[in-house]
């Protein structure tokens, strides 16, 4: 039986937290964009940004989260599960219902005063909004842990196969998980070829940097050739959407060429600029991607309902609510570690836990 490439590291690596800081600016900046795009019923500059992004967006966050879980998938089941799941599933219950007691008197207001009990109650079975990865991320971690001793490059082809097979149903779960599985399994079964690669470009800037500019304008010119309507479709879709054209880029085989050569990418731009001094800001966003991830819908939300109202260009108002997207977040956890205050917002308590070993680990660690 074949298992797969262990990631080299324990500690951290600096290029995989700025790897991880990359991809939760590109989060934050998508949903930022297409909020403010919606709001403002235009789109502007940045979204060519957000759309350039698409193929490698959320792959690259997979493939970073499947990196070093060689080091601890065959740890016993119940310490598994503990940090693997259930870490998860406290942040998810406790940030869905955060938000849902913002959202909640809108949604009665619109679809009445039972509505926002019923979309609460789905949201455990549909991924609700923003969060919806970290809904997926422990099915990724306990798949990949009872398929661990099958051969990689079967599980790889199947996982693939799901990508590249038009699955459109209707279930963000199902959809969701086809779509990005392989990126997962992807880290975590060539975490070492991938470790390798990263040395080798940071070794090799100027061959980095040549690659790259070969990647770029081939990944822009997938994603942009399209028909002028389906572009304008593309450019105001929404997150998750099933059904819609996106050119070039969302051809089978093509979507997982570009994912995957997208994430590598990403690996690389990270692996040129993760020793500079001036990138240690971006390093830690990445430690703290979670932070950010979990939080940034609130700053979002009301830095784009005061943006809107200042006359801007539908871009600049994009880039200026991910700015506070992003901010927020950080404003507020510096608030918490300074005060000792709702510390459970962003540190998973005792109380929370299945595993009798906690030692030091109750603090949150971003998406491993």
Known sequence: MQTANRAPFADRVGWVDAAKGICIIFVVMMH??????KAMH?????????EFARPFRMPDFFLISGLFLGLVIDRP???????????FVYFYVLWLT?????????IAIEEGAAAPLHHYLVAFVEPFGTLWFIYILPIFFVLTRLVKNLPVVLVFAAAAALEILPIETGWMLADEFASRFVYFFAGYAFAANIFRIAAWLQARPVVALAILALWAPVNGWLVFTSTPAHLAHLLTAEL???????????????????GLAGALAVVAIAALVADRRWSRWLSWLGAHSIVIYLAFFLPMAISRALLIRTG???GTISALVTVAGILGPVMLYGLVQLTGYGRFLFERPAWARIDARRGGEGRMVAAE
Do not use: C, N
């Open 32 to 37: 930022s964009t297409l909020g403010v795009g």
């Open 42 to 50: 235009d789109h502007g500059w940045l979204h060519y940004v957000v």
């Open 77 to 87: 089941w119940m310490r598994y599960l503990d940090r693997k799941v259930v870490h």
């Open 98 to 106: 955060i938000q849902f007691a913002f959202k909640a008197p809108g």
């Open 240 to 258: 998750g959407q099933s059904g819609a054209t996106h050119g070039l880029a969302e051809l089978p085989f093509v979507s997982l060429a570009l």
């Open 312 to 314: 801007l260009d539908t």
